[in-house]
């Protein structure tokens, strides 16, 4: 590619996980930069309890060769599911996959940088959740299941 790509900052709240993470997929693999803001308001469609459930049943799998050991390490940060997620719909093993999800960004919440950049912030429209006439989890809830704690607690991380 010649030339600076303009950034796209997608704002991720009300957006369905899956949805969002193939469409911004298939921009990233095109050459686009991305950057997601607010990750935790991001949305997973089902029952509460079934999708937390879900995601804690992961932690749960071992390996073949030490299968009593701590097992696979999983995202419990709800910017680090997203990322794990977009990164599962690329050929990261290939360079161009792996150009494309450095060309990634996502933050919980709107970090001070991207705080004058709010009115450029866009939604994806096939990826919004008032698609759904169903149930839905936030992202944020789910990781506070999974142990994460927030950092607003504490104040903005660098």
């Known amino acids: 590619?010649?030339?600076?790509?303009?950034?796209?900052?997608?704002?991720?709240e009300g957006h369905?996980?899956?949805r969002l993470a193939s469409i911004v997929a298939k921009r990233l693999l095109?050459?686009?930069?991305?950057?997601?803001?607010?990750?935790?308001?991001?949305?997973?469609?089902?029952?509460?309890?079934?999708?937390?459930?879900?995601?804690?049943?992961?932690?749960?799998?071992?390996?073949?060769?030490?299968p009593y050991k701590q097992g696979i390490r999983r995202p419990r940060s709800p910017e680090n599911i997203v990322r794990r997620t977009i990164r599962g719909?690329?050929?990261?093993?290939?360079?161009?996959?792996r150009s494309a999800f450095r060309r990634l960004k996502v933050f919980t919440g709107i970090p001070p940088e991207y705080a004058d950049k709010a009115s450029k912030m866009i939604k994806i429209e096939d990826a919004?959740?008032?698609r759904l006439g169903r149930k839905c989890?936030?992202?944020?809830?789910?990781?506070?299941?999974?142990?994460?704690?927030?950092?607003?607690?504490?104040?903005?991380?660098k």
Request: proline letters at 4%; charged letters at 20%; zero cysteines.
């Open 137 to 157: 989890t936030t992202l944020a809830e789910i990781a506070i299941q999974l142990g994460w704690k927030p950092k607003s607690q504490v104040g903005w991380r």
């Open 30 to 66: 095109n050459g686009e930069r991305i950057t997601i803001l607010n990750a935790d308001k991001v949305v997973v469609s089902g029952d509460r309890k079934m999708v937390i459930e879900s995601y804690k049943l992961l932690f749960e799998v071992g390996t073949l060769r030490s």
């Open 1 to 12: 590619m010649t030339g600076m790509v303009e950034e796209i900052i997608v704002n991720g």
């Open 16 to 18: 369905i996980l899956g």
């Open 128 to 130: 919004l959740a008032t």
């Open 89 to 97: 719909m690329l050929p990261i093993s290939k360079p161009k996959g």
